[in-house]
């Protein structure tokens, strides 16, 4: 059982579930108030419920408002406020067998030419996301631009209106799309910036030269558009660069800088441009000047430190750049950071109260050397009230991506609060493929899924399993997606280290999931190729020695597996293939399934199934 805390109450997962998700809308049009919304789930009715808010950007009282609209500027307006942008699904491929057959109304059938067929949870119906602009006073007569093709923008699955701006003379729109369709699309990443005419209708490519993505484009206030990039097709993980588009010459802000951006703002004279990025563990705010073309070096400088997450950037207001922050043990609050002063102000507290009840974990920074001789950043989280003198079942945490950064962020199903909470030390390596750390340290983990980092993981638990609170007798390992594939990697090789295992939406066979994942340019860069490509020797080092499946002769520990039914990136085939091999090996294992969740568990009631039966295991298990 896992051991809790005394002197306080302790996180549950009831408690979690409870929890106001702060979302960040804006600063008000009159500069005075930020704008957010608050979504607290409601179990009951297995769904979250949205309030919206003022406060001060100085900080005050928080005042609910009906309505936001009016209080925010529409980026979807254009410049001289004619015009309106929006976007909707449009019919432009017959793939329904009713659509085909007119006759048959009643047919299920799809057909389809080339891949693409399905992407993260849904089915390709032959709909796409398309552009369209308005008459700001006669909204209802709007013109698709993009007519008849099978592309989308915003982009599927998670793209939304930032995919499309104006530029700052209203005379065309800038829109993201990856114009490639079926199986072109599903092997590439070269998603481009293209420019609309409105007034000859036509659209040209503005990165036609990069094959790799270009995204969230952003106008400077002197009028440069500015995006982010990466370089290689195919390399969904590939360094994020700032790109400044200066009198026609494509500068590169963060080329020499050895890191990735991950969302960006200009400040109001267009002279510096602040971002965040992770590093060392957590994600901070740096900036970095735009010289134009003169002979100023570009210098990037980072600004913030802590051990916390700078989320969001929502705006200035005046020496503050507005923004939202997390740590391990707490969900995101808006921040306010001056700039000038290099202090922070807490402005929203939606979550204070609950966090005030609660004995909260200490986490701690850990470096361990690894096998080849690298420094290594581990995260060990100890449970509330934490007591030295004691012996704690512990858990190794494996990151999924593979390539994403292992930071101080706050999730509602990997919480490592909450774990700790249960009377568990959570040991959470930053493994390679972590950005954070070089790029070169994000890019080993490309085609040696299970060389360099098992050894990695092997190297932070033993060495955190040195202390005399960790019960050694006592490990587990737990992980989702690539962390997944790592839980069933190292039950073939872990020496009897961990008592038990669990693995959610993991990548257990390496041929089955070449052959029914959508996304399979990721497959392609990290795996080195395609299984059936027998004289391709990286390749066939992936599917031999990397493949989890090879290596169930070896398993002997309890394993609980959890799959969403509706994952078509870790399709259900894994989860179930891995089962079926444990049962039938006579090994101790369980079977999780959430039919109609994805790769990740949403609805609130399914969410608290997903909990009670992660520490139910644990408690049966370790």
């Known amino acids: 059982m896992g051991i809790t805390a005394s002197a306080q109450e302790v996180l549950t997962p009831e408690t979690l579930w409870k929890l106001g998700r702060v979302t960040a809308m804006g600063i008000s049009k009159d500069g005075k108030s930020i704008v957010y919304k608050v979504a607290t789930p409601s179990v009951a009715d297995n769904k979250s419920n949205s309030k919206f808010y003022t406060i001060p950007v100085n900080g005050g009282n928080p005042v609910e408002v009906k309505e936001t609209k009016d209080l925010l500027a529409d980026k979807n307006v254009s410049p001289n406020g004619l015009y309106i942008l929006s976007n909707q699904e449009v019919k432009t491929e017959n793939v329904l067998g009713k659509d085909i057959y007119s006759d048959l109304g009643k047919a299920d059938a799809q057909v389809y030419n080339g891949l693409d067929y399905r992407h993260w949870d849904t089915w390709n119906n032959g709909s796409h996301n398309h552009v369209f602009y308005a008459e700001n006073k006669d909204k209802a007569q709007t013109i698709d631009i993009m007519p008849n093709?099978?592309?989308?923008?915003?982009?599927?699955?998670?793209?939304?209106?930032?995919?499309?701006?104006?530029?700052?003379d209203s005379k065309s729109i800038i829109y993201v799309c990856k114009k490639k369709a079926g199986t072109a699309y599903a092997i590439s990443t070269n998603t481009d910036l293209y420019e609309y005419n409105l007034e000859t209708k036509t659209t040209k490519n503005l990165t036609e030269n990069n094959p790799g993505y270009d995204t969230n484009p952003i106008f400077s206030p002197t009028g440069n558009l500015t995006w982010l990039q990466m370089k290689r097709d195919g390399y969904e993980a590939d360094k994020n660069d700032l790109i400044v588009r200066f009198k026609g010459i494509d500068m590169n802000l963060t080329a020499n800088w050895d890191g990735s951006v991950d969302n960006f703002l200009w400040n109001a004279d267009g002279k510096k441009v602040y971002f965040t990025a992770a590093v060392d563990g957590a994600k901070h705010l740096f900036e970095v000047n735009f010289p134009g073309l003169t002979k100023i070096a570009v210098t990037v400088k980072q600004i913030t430190s802590g051990d916390f997450d700078v989320n969001d950037l929502v705006g200035f207001s005046g020496d503050n750049i507005i923004v939202t922050r997390t740590d391990m043990n707490h969900a995101a609050e808006i921040y306010s950071y001056n700039c000038k002063k290099k202090t922070w102000t807490q402005l929203t507290k939606t979550n204070d109260e609950t966090y005030a009840k609660l004995a909260l974990p200490k986490y701690e920074r850990r470096y361990v050397t690894t096998t080849d001789g690298k420094k290594m950043l581990v995260w060990v989280i100890l449970p509330p009230n934490f007591d030295a003198t004691k012996k704690y079942p512990t858990l190794l945490y494996c990151q999924g991506g593979p390539q994403s950064p292992l930071t101080q962020s706050y999730s509602f199903r990997w919480n490592f609060s909450l774990m700790a909470s249960q009377g568990y030390v959570v040991v959470a390596p930053n493994r390679r493929g972590m950005y954070g750390h070089g790029q070169a340290w994000n890019e080993q983990i490309s085609k040696d899924w299970g060389g360099q980092v098992m050894d990695d993981y092997l190297s932070a638990i033993d060495d955190v399993a040195k202390e005399s609170y960790v019960d050694k007798a006592r490990l587990g390992a737990v992980g989702a997606s690539y962390g997944g594939y790592s839980v069933f990697y190292l039950a073939g090789i872990h020496n009897n280290r961990f008592k038990t295992f669990i693995s959610h939406?993991?990548?257990?066979?390496?041929?089955?999931?070449?052959?029914?994942?959508?996304?399979?340019?990721?497959?392609?860069?990290?795996?080195?190729?395609?299984?059936?490509?027998?004289?391709?020797?990286?390749?066939?080092?992936?599917?031999?020695?990397?493949?989890?499946?090879?290596?169930?002769?070896?398993?002997?520990?309890?394993?609980?597996?959890?799959?969403?039914g509706k994952d078509y990136r870790v399709p259900i085939g894994q989860g179930q293939e891995a089962f079926q091999a444990a049962q039938l090996r006579g090994i101790k294992s369980r079977f999780m399934l959430f039919p109609e969740e994805n790769h990740w568990v949403l609805k609130p009631q399914n969410a608290l199934v997903w909990q009670r039966e992660f520490y139910k295991w644990l408690n049966e298990t370790l």
């Open 505 to 564: 939406c993991g990548v257990f066979n390496l041929e089955s999931m070449y052959g029914t994942t959508e996304e399979v340019f990721f497959n392609n860069w990290d795996h080195g190729g395609a299984y059936w490509e027998k004289d391709n020797a990286v390749a066939q080092k992936t599917y031999t020695k990397f493949n989890p499946i090879k290596m169930v002769d070896k398993w002997n520990t309890p394993i609980l597996i959890i799959q969403g």
């Open 149 to 168: 093709e099978p592309y989308d923008s915003p982009q599927k699955p998670f793209g939304g209106d930032e995919d499309y701006i104006w530029s700052p």
